[in-house]
């Protein structure tokens, strides 16, 4: 069984800098896709940034610029580097892996990012 632990999050002024990580402990040979979504209150769940095994990464739009996602293969770890936070960057950032296509996708269990004006 893969679980995903999240670390990380918390309140930080408008223009600073936050970094979240994500490891996957479990019996995992190696992880296809690593990825990070939020959810803001009211809104929907949305992507943030994802990156594939071979460092590919792919970004929304609100975010390109300001977040740098990376991933260690050896720990299964997956980081969110924010820079230049937004009050509108405040969610729950929830961690997301795909071991492989056709395995159903794994969800962390969410960590809170709030930024003040």
């Known amino acids: 069984q893969v679980q995903l632990v999240e670390s990380g999050g918390g309140l930080v002024q408008a223009g600073g800098s936050l970094r979240l990580s994500c490891a996957a402990a479990?019996?995992?040979?190696?992880?296809?896709?690593m990825g990070w979504y939020r959810q803001a209150p009211g809104m929907q769940r949305e992507l943030v940034a994802t990156i594939t095994r071979g460092g590919s990464p792919n970004y929304a739009d609100s975010v390109k610029g300001r977040f740098t996602i990376s991933r260690d293969n050896a720990k299964n770890t997956v980081y969110l580097q924010m820079n230049s936070l937004k009050p509108d960057d405040t969610a729950v950032y929830y961690c997301?892996?795909?071991?492989?296509?056709?395995?159903?996708?794994?969800w962390g269990q969410g960590t809170l990012v709030t930024v003040s004006s």
């Open positions: 479990g019996s995992i040979f190696s992880i296809n896709r």
């Open positions: 997301n892996v795909l071991i492989a296509p056709g395995y159903p996708e794994l």
